[in-house]
């Protein structure tokens, strides 16, 4: 297991003491700008502590861990990310099995990618679902292996990332923010074909909230300057799609985000000068819709994370752009149907923009899809409210009290009001809850 840190001494000793039984070794790099006793701590604990001297480049730091690493499979984590330990037990079974395969002719699976939870005690939070309504050995297995979910209401999941891989030097991390090695393992594919990500249901359980609002924003925006360096000294596409989105979430600047667009198109060998040309053109003059359907039929999908491509999604919601977030919506919809974030997502736009009738049919597909979210359930119910169907309404409202929405309370009493309304009677009613 392969870990980099800087001040993390709230964090560090748990995850090393937790994750240490479960593999051969744990690697901790340790910033050498940190400012509090990570690393005394991470001695105490038993991890191979290395120092790593900081040049803002996520990338060489977790390629400087993973080359201390003398395991066949790396697992990487940060200290704030458990995995459950019948979890890493499966994966070990799965390896093992992979191993043994004498057929040189199979697919070679080389790395896994895996579910991200992230737990929140923001309620509101788009997605979001409450643990307390898992199955009770589930809840319990939880609690007694993680005991700081305790601090959280409920969690909001996120697409699969490739956080185990072979120890093999054609597997690399790439990008100086939010870094990865799915590239540099489709890179190899290329070469050698048949390598493989395989992507499970396991979980990365984060509990990247536990540090207070103030600490993540500052962090998200030192990504973003972080980011703008870089891509001085090396135009990469992956850089100019984090720019995209870093320059309508932190100065809503839509021509700037767009150009940057651009720059991350040029670097696919498809794309031609006319193509380019077009686009550049549309940009200009301000026809940003079209010209956004169009850098989205141009993308290739497979050579991008699929969190970094709904960054701009997150961006023009946060701006109130509601259309271009479809836009990048429906084409991830495409590729990932039964994703709950794209789902929740999509509804919310479609609603936010008064097309009612499609914001019901996103959330009547989630609910088939996802029958026990909470938060589905909810939306509708506000939905059907917006359309007079005021049975639908209660129902579905029903359903969300039932999968332990947090705003249980309020729906109690709106379905008793909604009850009234059904049957004609005169009510003072407004259509905010809570």
């Known amino acids: 297991c392969c870990i980099i840190a800087k001040d993390e001494e709230n964090l560090i000793y748990s995850c090393i003491n937790y994750i240490t039984p479960l593999v051969d070794e744990v690697i901790v790099c340790v910033d050498t700008q940190t400012k509090d006793k990570t690393k005394e701590i991470a001695e105490k604990a038993g991890a191979k502590v290395y120092d790593y001297d900081w040049e803002d480049d996520f990338s060489k730091a977790r390629n400087f861990a993973k080359s201390k690493a003398t395991s066949s499979w790396i697992i990487c984590l940060d200290a704030d990310e458990r995995i459950l330990a019948k979890d890493i037990e499966d994966l070990k079974k799965v390896i093992k099995n992979e191993e043994n395969k004498k057929d040189n002719k199979d697919q070679e699976v080389v790395a896994f990618s895996f579910l991200h939870r992230y737990y929140t005690k923001e309620k509101q939070k788009s997605g979001y679902a409450s643990w307390r309504k898992l199955q009770e050995n589930n809840k319990e297995e939880l609690t007694k292996e993680f005991p700081e979910i305790k601090q959280f209401e409920g969690y909001f999941d996120i697409f699969p990332v490739t956080y185990m891989f072979k120890n093999h030097p054609k597997i690399y991390f790439t990008g100086s923010v ?47 300057d972080l980011s703008k360096e870089k891509f001085k000294q090396n135009p990469d596409a992956k850089i ?32 031609t000068k006319e193509q380019i040309g077009k686009l550049k053109k549309k940009i200009q003059n301000k026809k940003y819709i079209p010209a956004l359907h169009n850098i989205m039929q141009m993308i290739d999908l497979k050579k991008h994370n699929p969190n970094d491509i709904f960054n701009l999604v997150k961006a023009y919601m946060k701006r109130e752009q509601y259309k271009l977030a479809l ?26 923009i008064t097309y009612t009738e499609d914001a019901i049919k996103v959330f009547e597909h989630g609910i088939i899809v996802h029958p026990t979210n909470a938060s589905f359930y909810f939306n509708l119910g506000a939905l059907y409210e917006k359309t007079k169907e005021w049975h639908k309404a209660v129902s579905s409202f029903q359903y969300a009290i039932n999968n332990e929405h947090p705003l249980k309370k309020q729906l109690i009493k709106r379905i008793e009001m909604l009850k009234k309304v059904a049957t004609g009677q005169h009510v003072n009613y407004n259509i905010n809850i809570g």
């Open 240 to 271: 100019a799609l984090d720019l995209a989105a870093g320059y309508i979430f932190f100065e809503n600047d839509l021509s700037v985000s767009f150009n940057y667009l651009v720059e991350m198109l040029k670097q696919q060998p498809n794309i």
């Open 178 to 224: 939010h870094e990865d090695v799915q590239p540099s393992i489709v890179k190899w594919d290329k070469e050698e074909p048949k390598k493989i990500i395989v992507q499970c249901t396991i979980l990365i359980h984060h509990f990247h909230f536990i540090k207070n609002k103030v600490f993540v924003d500052t962090k998200q925006k030192h990504y973003f």
């Open 327 to 352: 836009v990048v919506l429906k084409r991830l919809f495409i590729a990932a149907p039964k994703e709950p974030v794209i789902i929740e997502h999509m509804g919310v736009c479609y609603d936010k």
